[in-house]
């Protein structure tokens, strides 16, 4: 089941970075000699203790999450892989790309102007927030193996950006529920054909063959 509309493309990023400085001191060694007799006196300042040093936050190799945004009815992907993180949003009118950091179970993405989302992994489960366009929702999102996951698939025609993107998510008695959109340049076009069983395999966008990729396929090209 797939579920497309207006959307709004969100996209953003933050990257992070700090340092550390370690300083000693040193004094000189001093000595005096004289013909009746020799002495000699070293001095030497203790040097300050280093600086403690912050532990290196945790990071989780790799975790793919989906689930239902709550009160909206949409669907929620956040991924992570050695501490970056990605993410998406889409309910069938309105879509957000969301990129970030993962570090010790915690996620901060950010999106196109005010977008937001935060979660806490842990339990098998991504449990958050996200707001978009004044909006703000709740989310509970369960790990997912493939073919459950994010989706993404992007070419240039005619001198126009082709993009796709889209969540595939179980149903708990079987079968997928699947909501995405796709756009040539700023005009929305039809996402069809994606087969829920095999989200890689070649879909067509707008007369255009078009081959999607993973969560793994992609995740750099947003960083």
């Given at each position: ?79 992570v892989r050695n501490g970056k993180a990605i993410g998406y949003f889409c309910d069938g009118r309105t879509e957000a790309w ?25 339990g098998g489960k991504a449990r958050g927030w996200l707001a978009v366009s004044g909006k703000r929702w709740n989310f509970t ?83």
């Amino acid at each position: 089941m797939s579920r497309l509309g207006p959307v709004i493309t969100l996209a953003a990023g933050a990257v992070l970075a700090a340092g550390l400085g370690v300083a000693s001191v040193t004094a000189t060694p001093t000595s005096t000699t004289n013909e009746y007799a020799t002495a000699e006196t070293t001095t030497s300042a203790t040097p300050p203790a280093p600086t403690p040093t912050k532990a290196k936050p945790k990071t989780i190799e790799k975790a793919d999450y989906a689930g239902y945004v709550t009160g909206n009815g949409g669907l929620i992907a956040v991924s992570v892989r050695n501490g970056k993180a990605i993410g998406y949003f889409c309910d069938g009118r309105t879509e957000a790309w969301f990129k970030g950091t993962e570090a010790d179970g915690k996620v901060a993405l950010a999106g196109f102007g005010d977008a937001r989302a935060k979660a806490t992994l842990g339990g098998g489960k991504a449990r958050g927030w996200l707001a978009v366009s004044g909006k703000r929702w709740n989310f509970t999102a369960a790990t997912v193996v493939k073919p459950s996951g994010l989706y993404r698939a992007t070419t240039f025609v005619r001198g126009a950006k082709l993009r796709a993107g889209w969540i595939v998510l179980a149903k708990p008695r079987g079968g997928f529920y699947q909501v995405g959109a796709a756009f040539e340049g700023n005009r929305q076009i039809k996402l069809t054909n994606v087969n829920d069983e095999r989200p890689t395999d070649p879909v067509t966008l707008d007369q255009t063959t078009v081959y999607p990729k993973d969560v793994d396929g992609f995740i750099q090209e947003m960083q």
